[in-house]
């Protein structure tokens, strides 16, 4: 199984944050999270999706929303303290991030972009995010996810 972790699990386990792998069946395409939270039979509400948006001042930021919902690119910007932000275009998540959509992680992209996670994080026990590759997710304690990526938290989504 050694050969099955991700880049992802091998930072966790190198900060000494216990977690547990996940898997689910997929094609070559990235499933969207809600699938993804039916087939691991866990609440939507846990199964966070990251997101990597491009601020006014061309800076990258990282948020981390509910799978369920849609990211307020109001909030969002107004989180990153930007005057507006947009999502990046999925060719480019790659390059800067390590991964590609539909495996990509708050944790262990090639650069630390600053990261938000959704409010609503505080209100589950455990958080699951992408491992970094299609079909993989981890799941672990939200402060250990919160206190690794230095990330702050705000209301990010639209209001349902």
């Known amino acids: 199984m050694?050969?099955?972790?991700?880049?992802?699990?091998?930072?966790?386990?190198?900060?000494?944050?216990?977690?547990?792998?996940?898997?689910?069946?997929?094609?070559?395409?990235?499933?969207d999270g809600v699938s993804v939270a039916q087939l691991l039979g866990q609440d939507p509400a846990q199964v966070f999706k990251t997101l990597v948006a491009r601020g006014r001042s061309g800076g990258c930021y990282v948020f981390v929303i509910p799978v369920a919902c849609e990211l307020d690119l109001k909030k969002a910007a107004k989180a990153a303290g930007e005057k507006s932000v947009e999502l990046v275009h999925v060719k480019e998540l790659l390059?800067?991030?390590?991964?590609?959509?539909?495996?990509?992680?708050?944790?262990?992209?090639?650069?630390?972009?600053?990261?938000?996670?959704?409010?609503?994080?505080h209100a589950v026990s455990t958080v699951m995010v992408s491992a970094g590759k299609i079909g993989w997710q981890i799941e672990c304690a939200p402060s250990d996810l919160l206190e690794l990526t230095r990330a702050a938290t705000a209301p990010l989504t639209l209001d349902q």
């Open 2 to 31: 050694a050969s099955d972790k991700t880049n992802v699990m091998r930072v966790l386990e190198q900060h000494r944050i216990a977690y547990t792998a996940h898997t689910y069946p997929h094609g070559k395409e990235a499933v």
């Open 95 to 121: 390059g800067l991030t390590g991964y590609v959509r539909g495996g990509c992680s708050p944790v262990g992209m090639k650069k630390a972009f600053p990261t938000v996670f959704d409010e609503s994080v």
